[in-house]
């Protein structure tokens, strides 16, 4: 028994500087069979907008056998993963890089996986098998890091952490804590956690941070934190770190850099006017949800636009229709007869996309350069009328756009599994859009918040250029417009430290603009920057990542690409579509010495047997049984769970020495009343130990 306090040492002195969170050890997918999570810790550290994020949990195995587990995580949309470890009976272990794309497969007793487990990890989980049976009674500590670069808009930066447990467990958690800390070369003005009640919180402006903790309580709300910048204090910031010769994982340059630009939102920067087209997919497989969502979305867009601009809505299935035979100018009467038409869109009919873009394009012929020229389309399906061949429907797309001798921005949304990634994604690229992948749930949301950003823009068809030729690779390859709230966010290599002078040029009213900043690269490693090599490759494999996906997989090209991909996974330790996590081995790094800073010596002394309870089954009383020796004077706590983990009655026993103890649980709940049949759990805590067991109630 002296293991498992060593083990509990280990937790205490490990969890009293770091933070949790929420990850799910499945053990049955179907059923929505899980160990429990007992304590949830979370760690964030953010330069200016790049948040290292490390995440460590301790699970109990309340069942009565040893299990065979897969330990999966919702990772947060635009984050990496970078590192896992776990531990099982006092041993660390570290997950290998591995070429070869993550195995979703879930355990189970079925086909079918759980709503709530569906429904809590999102559509970007990480999954993981955990190679060691975890024994009855046991616990598993699992730690994983990711970088994630949050989102921005107007000053406000946000980070979410998925702290909502209720779908996966109901009974309280030991202990819950996060700790959130920020260095930024804007001043932050605010700094808040919503959701939680704070311990503490502190801002001088350039650095903040706020920390909050609690026990015995379930975990039933997300993190969330928001920080507001100073708006007046804008224009480039650069962070840079040149890494020495032993940690080179290339020859490209030993210098890392990102900077983050962005024009002055305020009404001192004219926003162009847009000529706008948004193409609403209606056949027949929009039913339903997804309709009623394409359709409050168009709303939303109708009442943002600005004054000034011009707007269509082109809406098809097998048939194509258009609002207005030609773009419209925003009005308060053309508004109300737009949502008027919207609120008639029924989804029927077959899929024609080449249809829908002749008709949306060719009403951009009386558009200039001086005007943002936008559509936005989004679908549910692959063609099935029309033009149905991708490359057919590429050419003639392009035939339609060079027929205008207009720029023009088209920006794709593939709803659900069933679209044609290659497709979308290279009529966005290929006219100078982004594309996106939603879950069928997500249409709504993600367009408004879309158009949102878009709506104002500033700079268009940006371009970047360094007064020094010493930089390489600048991701992402094509730069955004730049918007009005928004940020451009770049990272690229050089080979020597110099000053530099990067200039933003573009065309804005149809007149050429240009915004020059000065930016000083590191001659030396910053250890505060030491994130940049990975953000670095979080971005360039997203590039290359959406130039693969305009591509036949099989083709030459392709195949190029995917092993460049897989190379900087594996030099620069973050996961992509083509790489995961597999395997481990042991881990000689146990966490920083926090374990061996413990030894045995100073452990409180503690032998302990669990006898079990009896009778078991039972039918009105039960004797929970255990045995000390060497333990100090004390009140000890057993806590029953039902099946759900659900907490049902909390005993008390007073041990004055070594000897065996039991306690009576009559079957009844706090409140008194009758427990129904079924399966329950007793958890007896004593020092910073826990022990477990599994009991039948037959009435």
Same mark, same amino acid.
């Given at each position: 028994?002296?293991?498992?306090?060593?083990?509990?040492?280990?937790?205490?002195?490990?969890?009293?500087?770091?933070?949790?969170?929420?990850?799910?050890?499945?053990?049955?997918?179907?059923?929505?069979?899980?160990?429990?999570?007992?304590?949830?810790?979370?760690?964030?550290?953010?330069?200016?907008?790049?948040?290292?994020?490390?995440?460590?949990?301790?699970?109990?195995?309340?069942?009565?056998?040893?299990?065979?587990?897969?330990?999966?995580?919702?990772?947060?949309?635009?984050?990496?993963?970078?590192?896992?470890?776990?531990?099982?009976?006092?041993?660390?272990?570290?997950?290998?890089?591995?070429?070869?794309?993550?195995?979703?497969?879930?355990?189970? +007793?079925?086909? %079918? !996986?759980?709503?709530?487990? &569906?429904?809590?990890?999102?559509? *970007?989980? @990480? /999954?993981? $098998?955990?190679?060691?049976?975890?024994?009855?009674?046991?616990?598993?500590?699992?730690?994983?890091?990711?970088?994630?670069?949050?989102?921005?808009?107007?000053?406000?930066?946000?980070?979410?952490?998925?702290?909502?447990?209720?779908?996966?467990?109901?009974?309280?958690?030991?202990?819950?804590?996060?700790?959130?800390?920020?260095? +930024?070369?804007? %001043? !932050?003005?605010?700094?808040? &956690?919503?959701?939680?009640?704070? *311990?503490? @919180? /502190?801002? $001088?402006?350039?650095?903040?941070?706020?920390?909050?903790?609690?026990?015995?309580?379930?975990?039933?709300?997300?993190?969330?934190?928001?920080?507001?910048?100073?708006?007046?204090?804008?224009?480039?910031?650069?962070?840079?770190?040149?890494?020495?010769?032993?940690?080179?994982?290339?020859?490209?340059?030993?210098?890392?850099?990102?900077?983050?630009?962005?024009?002055?939102?305020?009404?001192?920067?004219?926003?162009?006017?847009?000529?706008?087209?948004?193409?609403?997919?209606?056949?027949?497989?929009?039913?339903?949800?997804?309709?009623?969502?394409?359709?409050?979305?168009?709303?939303?867009?109708?009442?943002?636009?600005?004054?000034?601009?011009?707007?269509?809505?082109?809406?098809?299935?097998?048939?194509?229709?258009?609002?207005?035979?030609?773009?419209?100018?925003?009005?308060?009467?053309?508004?109300?007869?737009?949502?008027?038409?919207?609120?008639?869109?029924?989804?029927?009919?077959?899929?024609?996309?080449?249809?829908?873009?002749?008709?949306?394009?060719?009403?951009?012929?009386?558009?200039?350069?001086?005007?943002?020229?936008?559509?936005?389309?989004?679908?549910?399906?692959?063609?099935?009328?029309?033009?149905?061949?991708?490359?057919?429907?590429?050419?003639?797309?392009?035939?339609?756009?060079?027929?205008?001798?207009?720029?023009?921005?088209?920006?794709?949304?593939?709803?659900?599994?069933?679209?044609?990634?290659?497709?979308?994604?290279?009529?966005?690229?290929?006219?100078?859009?982004?594309?996106?992948?939603?879950?069928?749930?997500?249409?709504?949301?993600?367009?408004?918040?879309?158009?949102?950003?878009?709506?104002?823009?500033?700079?268009?068809?940006?371009?970047?250029?360094?007064?020094?030729?010493?930089?390489?690779?600048?991701?992402?390859?094509?730069?955004?417009?730049?918007?009005?709230?928004?940020?451009?966010?770049?990272?690229?290599?050089?080979?020597?430290?110099?000053?530099?002078?990067?200039?933003?040029?573009?065309?804005?009213?149809?007149?050429?603009?240009?915004?020059?900043?000065?930016?000083?690269?590191?001659?030396?490693?910053?250890?505060?920057?030491?994130?940049?090599?990975?953000?670095?490759?979080?971005?360039?494999?997203?590039?290359?990542?959406?130039?693969?996906?305009?591509?036949?997989?099989?083709?030459?090209?392709?195949?190029?690409?995917?092993?460049?991909?897989?190379?900087?996974?594996?030099?620069?330790?973050?996961?992509?579509?083509?790489?995961?996590?597999?395997?481990?081995?042991?881990?000689?790094?146990?966490?920083?010495?926090?374990?061996?800073?413990?030894?045995?010596?100073?452990?409180?002394?503690?032998?302990?047997?669990?006898?079990?309870?009896?009778?078991?089954?039972?039918?009105?009383?039960?004797?929970?049984?255990?045995?000390?020796?060497?333990?100090?004077?004390?009140?000890?706590?057993?806590?029953?769970?039902?099946?759900?983990?659900?907490?049902?009655?909390?005993?008390?026993?007073?041990?004055?020495?070594?000897?065996?103890?039991?306690?009576?649980?009559?079957?009844?709940?706090?409140?008194?009343?009758?427990?129904?049949?079924?399966?329950?759990?007793?958890?007896?805590?004593?020092?910073?130990?826990?022990?477990?067991?599994?009991?039948?109630?037959?009435?």
């Amino acid at each position: 028994m002296r293991k498992i306090v060593r083990w509990f040492v280990l937790l205490f002195l490990v969890f009293s500087s770091r933070v949790l969170a929420n990850g799910v050890c499945v053990v049955d997918a179907t059923e929505g069979k899980y160990i429990w999570l007992i304590n949830s810790d979370i760690e964030v550290l953010v330069e200016n907008q790049v948040a290292i994020v490390t995440v460590r949990q301790v699970f109990f195995n309340q069942f009565s056998e040893e299990v065979r587990l897969k330990y999966a995580f919702p990772i947060p949309e635009g984050a990496s993963p970078t590192g896992l470890r776990w531990n099982v009976n006092d041993v660390w272990y570290r997950a290998n890089f591995a070429v070869a794309p993550t195995d979703t497969t879930l355990p189970g +007793s079925g086909h %079918t !996986i759980h709503s709530n487990l &569906l429904d809590y990890l999102g559509q *970007t989980p @990480l /999954f993981f $098998d955990i190679e060691q049976t975890v024994a009855a009674g046991a616990r598993l500590m699992v730690e994983l890091t990711y970088v994630q670069l949050l989102p921005y808009a107007f000053g406000n930066v946000e980070f979410t952490f998925p702290n909502d447990y209720a779908l996966i467990q109901n009974h309280p958690l030991d202990a819950q804590s996060f700790d959130f800390q920020l260095n +930024s070369q804007r %001043t !932050i003005l605010i700094l808040e &956690l919503l959701n939680h009640a704070p *311990t503490s @919180l /502190f801002n $001088d402006g350039t650095s903040a941070a706020v920390q909050t903790s609690v026990a015995e309580t379930p975990a039933v709300a997300d993190y969330h934190v928001r920080y507001t910048l100073n708006p007046e204090e804008l224009g480039l910031f650069g962070l840079s770190t040149f890494q020495p010769d032993s940690v080179a994982v290339d020859d490209i340059g030993r210098g890392f850099f990102l900077f983050v630009a962005e024009p002055d939102p305020s009404q001192n920067t004219e926003a162009l006017a847009k000529v706008f087209t948004l193409i609403v997919d209606r056949s027949g497989s929009m039913a339903g949800q997804k309709i009623i969502q394409a359709r409050n979305a168009a709303r939303y867009v109708v009442n943002h636009l600005n004054r000034g601009d011009l707007f269509n809505i082109v809406d098809f299935s097998d048939r194509v229709a258009s609002f207005r035979p030609t773009h419209v100018r925003f009005t308060a009467d053309t508004r109300e007869a737009a949502l008027a038409y919207i609120d008639g869109l029924q989804a029927q009919g077959s899929t024609n996309i080449s249809g829908a873009f002749s008709e949306a394009v060719p009403q951009f012929a009386a558009a200039n350069d001086s005007t943002a020229n936008i559509i936005v389309f989004f679908t549910d399906g692959r063609p099935t009328f029309g033009i149905t061949d991708m490359d057919g429907i590429l050419d003639h797309v392009q035939a339609l756009i060079n027929q205008n001798e207009t720029c023009l921005t088209v920006f794709t949304f593939g709803v659900g599994p069933d679209v044609n990634t290659q497709l979308l994604t290279r009529l966005a690229t290929e006219n100078g859009g982004l594309v996106e992948f939603l879950g069928n749930d997500e249409l709504e949301a993600r367009i408004t918040a879309f158009y949102q950003k878009i709506r104002n823009p500033v700079l268009l068809n940006t371009q970047i250029t360094f007064s020094v030729p010493i930089v390489r690779q600048l991701y992402p390859g094509l730069l955004p417009s730049l918007y009005k709230g928004q940020q451009m966010i770049v990272a690229g290599r050089y080979d020597e430290a110099a000053p530099l002078e990067v200039t933003l040029s573009g065309t804005a009213f149809g007149q050429p603009v240009s915004f020059s900043y000065d930016l000083a690269l590191a001659d030396s490693n910053a250890t505060a920057y030491q994130f940049l090599p990975k953000i670095w490759a979080k971005l360039k494999i997203e590039d290359l990542y959406l130039h693969y996906l305009g591509l036949d997989a099989f083709s030459p090209e392709a195949l190029a690409i995917r092993e460049e991909i897989v190379q900087v996974s594996l030099g620069y330790g973050v996961i992509s579509a083509f790489t995961s996590f597999q395997g481990g081995t042991e881990d000689p790094d146990d966490d920083d010495g926090a374990a061996t800073a413990v030894e045995a010596d100073d452990l409180p002394p503690l032998a302990f047997e669990l006898l079990g309870n009896y009778p078991n089954p039972f039918r009105e009383r039960t004797r929970i049984c255990f045995r000390l020796d060497e333990v100090k004077p004390q009140t000890v706590t057993i806590k029953v769970f039902d099946a759900l983990g659900r907490l049902v009655r909390v005993l008390l026993v007073q041990v004055t020495g070594p000897g065996p103890y039991e306690v009576v649980w009559d079957g009844r709940t706090d409140a008194g009343m009758l427990a129904p049949s079924g399966t329950y759990f007793y958890l007896i805590t004593l020092d910073e130990a826990v022990f477990g067991g599994k009991m039948t109630l037959v009435r």
